[in-house]
């Protein structure tokens, strides 16, 4: 079976890095053709830099990682440093990084790579707003049919929103972004809050991160015990989510994730529920499925897969 082709569209964050961590160890399911920065959790030059902290711990200077929108297409921009620290990689002291941002923008990255690369052999994996993704689908209409599949993290239903009642962040902060996304007809796979609440960072988990010894699994075990304050002290969860892993832990073992193809529509209009994704579960209206909406996971198996994968490096 060959490797997945994918660009990794993020906004670290911790679970961001994780996410990118474990693609980076598993080269026989995943070839990361390029790493495309956007503003999210914290400010694009944070993102950018993020993003490039992590190849080189990863010891991946070679993947390139680009900059792209520094705000959402129409909203100002809303951002998480509650969530993930100042700089959004709070926890492990990891040095500034030394390899070079790719001087191209990472929205032109998305279109050459789509128009360069056959049709239908690239993936887009969104961990962070969908302003990228959305830009390049409204510059270049021709690449839409281009496109694999999109995996991505962002929405919720049964488990409502986390950064207003109704909307989950990543929707939240660029939702008409999502919009184009989610009506772009393209087939797309959805990490909702409604799964990744599932994979939480357990104390033996973290553990089991730390007792991986390597810069790789101490750093993670850091980077979870930083970004779990927030989610324990709101929900009273046992851990920090793995939110954006959910999507490469996907592409590895499918398997491990259960979820019904639905309709969703994000909120555009009203500010009282901005951002929501209003998901069909029940199949209540007329509206086509556009996704697979996944909402259960093997956590234990889930955090087998990554805490092998994370020890390779
Ligand atoms: O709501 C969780 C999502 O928002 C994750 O992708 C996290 O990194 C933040 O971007
Ligand atoms: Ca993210």
């Known amino acids: 079976m060959p490797a997945t082709r994918i660009i990794i569209d993020t906004d670290p964050g911790q679970d961001d890095a994780v996410a990118i961590l474990l693609a980076l160890a598993s080269p026989e399911e995943i070839e990361v053709l390029g790493i495309t920065a956007v503003a999210g959790n914290v400010p694009l030059p944070l993102t950018q830099r993020n993003a490039r902290i992590i190849c ?70 969104p961990l962070g707003p969908l302003t990228n993704i959305a830009t390049a689908f409204e510059r270049a209409p021709d690449i839409v049919d281009r496109v694999a599949r999109i995996v991505l993290m962002g929405g919720a239903y049964f488990e409502v929103g986390n950064i207003t009642p109704a909307a989950e962040f990543n929707i939240y902060v660029d939702p008409q972004a999502a919009d184009i996304v989610f009506r772009s007809g393209i087939d797309i796979v ?21 007792a991986i010894g390597t810069p790789v699994g101490v750093a993670v075990a850091q980077m ?20 954006d892993p959910c999507v490469t832990a996907w592409l590895i073992r499918p398997d491990l ?57």
């Open 224 to 243: 979870t015990e930083f970004f779990e304050r927030y989610d324990k002290e709101k929900y009273g969860s046992e851990g920090a989510p793995l939110h």
């Open 257 to 313: 994730f259960t979820g019904r193809r639905v309709n969703v529509t994000v909120e555009t209009e009203s500010e009282l529920t901005m951002g929501m994704t209003v998901a069909d579960w029940w199949g209540v209206t007329d509206r086509a499925p556009n996704a697979l909406f996944i909402g259960d996971i093997d956590a234990d198996g889930f955090f087998a897969l990554l805490t092998e994968r994370l020890a390779r490096l």
């Open 190 to 210: 959805v990490m909702p809050l409604d799964v990744t609440h599932k994979a939480l960072v357990t104390q033996a988990r973290n553990d089991a991160f730390r």
């Open 56 to 125: 080189e711990l990863a010891g991946r200077r070679d993947v390139p990682v680009l900059a792209g929108c520094e705000a959402p297409m129409s909203r100002p921009l809303v951002t998480a440093e509650h969530v993930h620290g100042r700089t959004g990689l709070d926890g492990p002291d990891l040095p500034e990084p030394t390899m070079p941002l790719d001087d191209r923008h990472a929205v032109d990255f998305i279109i050459d790579t789509l128009r360069h690369e056959d049709a239908g052999t690239v993936t887009l994996c």
